[in-house]
């Protein structure tokens, strides 16, 4: 299976970078893709591959990765981009996972 | 757009079996190369992904839960389903679908539905 680490909680002050991590053996071969889940919402992809958005997803949010680790960075945090945040990725075998997500708060 | 939606009770008693539905709107389950995904979240907890079909009607499931688990799809319909059986208090959830795509090294689950809440209790 998929197994991936994220610390439960970062926080970053209004405007300033902030980078949440992912770790987990499967992504030294495969990419993570990144979600952000607000109270009350479904999950949003927001990055993917080796540093991906989907449409409408700002350009403050940008991905990278480096052996057995993936980042997620949001440049200048805003007030909205408050939420949980979730890593994923699949293993040799098919078998996606989830990281534990990591709760992001904006001060 | 591509527009997912789960529909099936909300309240299923130990030891039954939980069904669920998702109705895909906007595009069909038949076109592309997609997959179609289960993925459920306790109320307070992370995300859990249970398994996909192909629109070829392959499976793949969550290790966990593969021996209760069944994702069927019905193009005909533009619907896929899941089946959980034996459930118990520790699948209470809000069970989501999800479009995920695969290219080489690259995955992702891109469309959402907006969730469904199912409560085990007798």
């Known amino acids: 299976s998929s197994e991936l680490t994220q610390d439960p909680a970062v926080s970053v002050a209004l405007g300033q970078i902030v980078r949440i991590t992912c770790r987990g053996d499967?992504?030294?071969?495969?990419?993570a893709s990144w979600y952000q889940q607000k109270p009350g919402q479904a999950p949003l992809l927001v990055m993917y591959g080796q540093d991906s958005r989907p449409s409408g997803i700002p350009d403050r949010f940008s991905g990278s990765s480096s052996g057995n680790a993936a980042s997620l960075t949001i440049n200048g945090a805003q007030a909205e981009d408050e939420a949980d945040y979730y890593c994923?990725?699949?293993?040799?075998?098919?078998?996606?996972?989830f990281g534990g997500g990591t709760r992001l708060t904006v001060l | 757009q591509v527009q997912l939606q789960e529909s099936g009770p909300g309240l299923v008693k130990p030891s039954e079996t939980l069904s669920l539905t998702c109705t895909v709107s906007?595009?069909?389950?038949?076109?592309?190369?997609?997959?179609w995904s289960w993925i459920r979240q306790p109320p307070g907890k992370g995300l859990e992904w249970i398994g996909y079909v192909y629109n070829s009607g392959g499976t793949k499931y969550s290790p966990s839960l593969k021996s209760r688990v069944t994702i069927s799809i019905d193009t005909s319909r533009s619907q896929f389903s899941l089946k959980l059986s034996y459930v118990t208090a520790a699948d209470t959830a809000m069970y989501y679908c999800?479009?995920?795509?695969?290219?080489?090294?690259?995955?992702?689950?891109?469309?959402w539905g907006q969730g469904t809440m199912v409560i085990v209790s007798p």
């Open positions: 499967n992504l030294r071969k495969y990419y």
């Open positions: 994923s990725s699949r293993d040799s075998g098919g078998d996606h996972g």
């Open positions: 906007g595009g069909s389950v038949s076109s592309g190369s997609y997959d």
């Open positions: 999800a479009r995920s795509f695969t290219s080489g090294w690259v995955d992702g689950f891109d469309i």
